[in-house]
């Protein structure tokens, strides 16, 4: 994987029952070793990252392609 870009958090809500969810957009190439579900090439995934309480860790909660 290279050329790996992250977004700034947007308060994008998934679920909507943590104390905060944000969302972040992860841009990438990634080149693989053996071509099963993804071609080669740019990828883009939505990560949605979310904290339980205000004093909890944050957690991934939910990676996806978009709509």
């Known amino acids: 994987m290279t050329d790996l870009k992250v977004s700034s958090p947007a308060a994008i809500k998934l679920y909507g029952k ?3 969810e944000v ?4 841009e990438y190439v990634a080149e693989y070793k053996k071509v099963i ?3 080669n090439g740019k990828q883009i ?3 949605y ?19």
Request: proline share 3%; charged share 25%; glycine share 6%.
């Open 18 to 20: 943590n104390f905060e």
């Open 23 to 26: 969302q972040v957009t992860a």
């Open 37 to 39: 579900t993804s071609n």
């Open 45 to 47: 995934r939505f990560i």
């Open 49 to 67: 990252v979310a904290k339980k309480e205000k004093d909890s860790a944050w957690k991934i909660i939910s990676i996806g392609t978009g709509p």
